[in-house]
Every structure is written in C-alpha cells, then in structure tokens.
C-alpha cells in the first residue's frame, strides 16, 4: 500500500506534462486505472531510462522504488489489449508524418538460451552468419522525415506452435499458428488498414523474403499499391507483349520467364534514364541511372495471368545495384526508387530504437509480455518524434 501510494505521488507531480497527457490519451483503452498507472511508469522508464532499459532498472532510476516485481506483472501477466493502444500510437503518427508509406522491416533480437517466445538459431543474411534471436516484424508509417512503428508481429516456427508445452510456457494464444514471413506482414497490412490509417504504398525489402511473389499477389488482390525490393534471381515474364506465363517446369513454362536482373540487362535503351530522386535518411538528393521496364510473374497452375508491373533497376557510383518490382505502373522511375529508399529511412530509425529506446531489452519469455513491451516502445518512440519532427521541418531547406 505504501508503494502504491507512492507510485500515485510520484505520478501526480509530472500530471501537468507532456508525458502524462500522451500517457493519458494513448493508454485510455486499458479498463484499469492501476494498468494506466504501470504504462505511464514504463513509458518514462523508456523516455528517461539511461543504457538497458530492464523492468528493474525503470523501476530504480524512475521512481526509486521497489517495484519491479509490479511492473514485471503488467507487461508480462496483466491481459490488456495492445492493439487497441496501437491504434491509438497508429492515429498520431499518421497526423504527426502525413505517410507517404507502409514499411515492413524485421528486426533482429538477439538472445541467450532458447525459453524466450520465438527464440531460433537463424542464419541472418545482414550479418552473414546464424544468430540466436526472436525475429520481430514491424509496420512503420513513414514519411521523409521519420517513420514510426505501429504495428508488429513476433515470426514463430511450429517448433513452438506445435510443441504445447512450449506453448503453455510462453502463453501462446491457441488462435496463433506458425507462418510464413510473407503472412505476418500482410496480417500487419489488413490490420492497419482496418484500424482506419490512410491508405499508402506498402513498401519494403523481399530480396530475403520467401514467397515475396504470393504477397505482392495479395496485396494486389486487397487493392493495396507496393513498391518492393527484389531479388536480382526473382523469375519475371518481360515485355513487350507480356502473354501470362505458367510456373513450373516443361513446355508451360516456356522461355520468356527469365532473372529480373536479365530482363534489365535486355531492355531497350528507350527505357534507359538518370533521375534524381528524394532522400531516404541522410537528407542528401541523389542522382542514379535508371531501367524501368514492364514485367509479369509467373502464375500458378489454374491461376489466372498476372497483372502487369513495372521492374526498376537503378546503379549508382560506389553502391550495389538495385531492383524494385511495383504494381504502380503509372509512376515515374524517380518515384519508385523515392518509396523504396524510405526503407533506408526505417533502418536509421530501427537504429535509434535500438539504442535509445529498448527495442533489444525484454527480458520476459511469454508472448503476451513481448507484445506489450514493443507497444510500449512504439509509444515512447511515437512521443519523442512528437517533439523532434517539428524541429526537423523548421531545419529543412525548402
């Protein structure tokens, strides 16, 4: 009871700032005053923490009380509803940003052991070596100037979906199955949107990505623009006549499916640019030669022929080619290749959450508890660009 009355003063001196009205608007869906209270805590620990931002050490260097034990439970036990705060957390990034994408970027969450939710020894292609981590997707809306996560999905294996008492020891709902990568950022897509945010193109890097195909398919079928990075390997169908083109091997498969990077190599100097696009995190306007060029994927047996999309390659001096595959076949080069930098734009910010805002720093094993803690993240990052974006906009050149 003391510390509680203490956690209630401690909480009533900062009523008045910036923190607790965010706190208050963001974290009015949890039904108890008590859990509002925790998530307010947490958040500040977040914001104010200094080095790993640990249950414990919030509770040590925000309140100075003995609490972890409380604050343990909140995040770990206590069931609220985390979608509710992100579509809260979604709301103000969308009026703060003004999106002009929906990025999907997985993170890396490296970990000792194998009790915690998802963990898996994976083979990471950015480091070039097998880690043992949880492998978190997120959905950022992201516009030049930040991108903010508002949405996210821990990737599991049947390992842990098909083991039930694995699942009983991490608090695995029965409605979770494992799936593929593809799936759980299109889960993320359909969810966003249902929570009301402004449509924008989904944008992200599949080269790593298998199934990348059956994702643009649906995407495609849901309405929804992308513009994705691909695979110099990805099997295209190229112009000029684009007839639909059959998966597979024998006679169906025929020779116009060819390497996108081979499409490329083949296009007409017609579709041969330079543009100069707008940045992706650094601020600097760059200048790349450019081929765009009309291609299909392949279709599945029985499946109708595929839409037409536009594949963009850009080279520039210094830095590995690139290639972006869009449904958008109305868009310039120099746009294409703007919405797929805004990828660079969410890596500089998965950076910051990374080092200042605990990304890496959940030390609970439940599924529950990883939600909560990346929610909480998303809104500690969703305040701090609240006060930074305006600056920046002040900064920029015109």
């Not at 604050?71 to 709301?91: G, T, Y």
């Not at 492998?135 to 809306?141: E, I, P, V, Y």
């Not at 169908?237 to 081979?262: E, I, K, Q, S, Y």
Request: overall charge positive; charged content about 25%.
């Amino acid at each position: 009871m003391v510390v509680e009355d203490s956690l209630r003063t401690a909480l009533s001196l900062a009523k008045n700032d910036e923190v607790t009205h965010f706190a208050q608007a963001k974290f009015g869906s949890l039904p108890r005053s008590d859990q509002r209270r925790w998530a307010e805590v947490y958040l500040r620990g977040l914001l104010l923490g200094r080095g790993r931002k640990s249950v414990r050490r919030i509770a040590e260097e925000v309140l100075e009380l003995p609490v972890s034990q409380s604050l343990q439970q909140f995040i770990n036990q206590s069931p609220w509803d985390w979608r509710e705060v992100r579509a809260q957390i979604a709301e103000e990034a969308e009026r703060l940003l003004a999106p002009r994408a929906w990025v999907i970027a997985d993170t890396i969450i490296p970990k000792r052991g194998d009790h915690s939710v998802g963990v898996e020894r994976r083979f990471v292609p950015s480091v070039g070596r097998a880690i043992n981590c949880q492998l978190g997707t997120g959905l950022f809306l992201a516009g030049d100037l930040a991108s903010i996560p508002v949405d996210w999905r821990i990737q599991l294996t049947q390992r842990w979906t098909d083991d039930d008492r694995r699942r009983d020891r991490a608090y695995i709902p029965t409605s979770v199955r494992a799936q593929p990568a593809w799936q759980y950022a299109l889960d993320m897509v359909e969810e966003v949107a249902d929570w009301g945010i402004g449509r924008a193109p989904v944008v992200g890097d599949l080269r790593h990505t298998p199934g990348a195909d059956r994702l643009m398919g649906r995407l495609s079928e849901l309405g929804s623009d992308f513009v994705f990075e691909v695979s110099d390997t990805l099997p295209v169908a190229p112009g000029p006549h684009l007839a639909p083109v059959r998966a597979g091997l024998g006679p169906h498969r025929g020779p116009h499916v060819v390497r996108a990077r081979d499409c490329l190599r083949g296009a007409d100097v017609k579709h041969r640019q330079v543009v100069t696009w707008t940045p992706g995190a650094d601020g600097k306007h760059r200048a790349t030669h450019a081929v765009s060029v009309p291609v299909r994927l392949p279709t599945g047996p029985g499946s109708r022929g595929a839409a037409t999309l536009q594949l963009v390659g850009a080279t520039s001096r210094g830095g590995r080619p690139k290639l972006w595959l869009t449904n958008r076949t109305d868009l310039r080069a120099a746009e294409v290749i703007s919405l797929g930098a805004l990828v660079e734009r969410t890596n500089a910010d998965l950076q910051d959450l990374r080092a200042d805002f605990g990304l890496l720093d959940f030390e609970g094993r439940s599924y529950r508890g990883w939600h909560h803690h990346m929610t909480l993240v998303s809104a500690a990052y969703t305040f701090a660009k609240l006060t930074a974006v305006p600056r920046q906009r002040e900064r920029r050149p015109s």
